[in-house]
């Protein structure tokens, strides 16, 4: 599978954004989806993760209640909606698609085989 991720931008404190995630083929849906990010100078931390279906979701502590993350598997699409963005979730988005069951450790970016190029998400004090 083939990830593309887009929707970042320069944005102020307090801001929201969504970012996208489109994913070729027709197997998406048997993808965990999950989101990570990684800001300059610091090691790739995990966002965010979704289940096949997108009954479960699993968050990072420090984006627990502002981010949320969906999928249209219709449209082969993972979304992050992010709100009330801070200076410090500054940094470049990746997403990424899990082949492994759910539970076994989607925090972790081993467990992901595919990865999208990443879109850059800066927001300025």
């Known amino acids: 599978v083939q990830l593309q991720a887009s929707g970042g931008g320069l944005v102020q404190a307090g801001d929201s954004l969504r970012l996208s995630c489109a994913a070729s083929g027709r197997t998406f849906s048997t993808y965990i989806m999950g989101w990570f990010r990684q800001a300059p100078g610091k090691e790739r931390e995990f966002v965010a993760a979704?289940?096949?279906?997108?009954?479960?979701?699993v968050y990072a502590d420090s984006v627990q209640g502002r981010f949320t993350i969906s999928r249209d598997n219709a449209k082969n699409t993972v979304y992050l909606q992010m709100i009330s963005l801070k200076p410090e979730d500054t940094a470049v988005y990746y997403c990424?698609?899990?082949?492994?069951?759910w539970g076994v450790g989607q925090q972790y970016s081993y467990e992901y085989e595919y990865w999208g190029q990443g879109t850059l998400v800066t927001v300025s004090s």
């Open positions: 990424a698609a899990d082949t492994t069951a």
């Open positions: 979704i289940s096949r279906s997108g009954g479960r979701k």
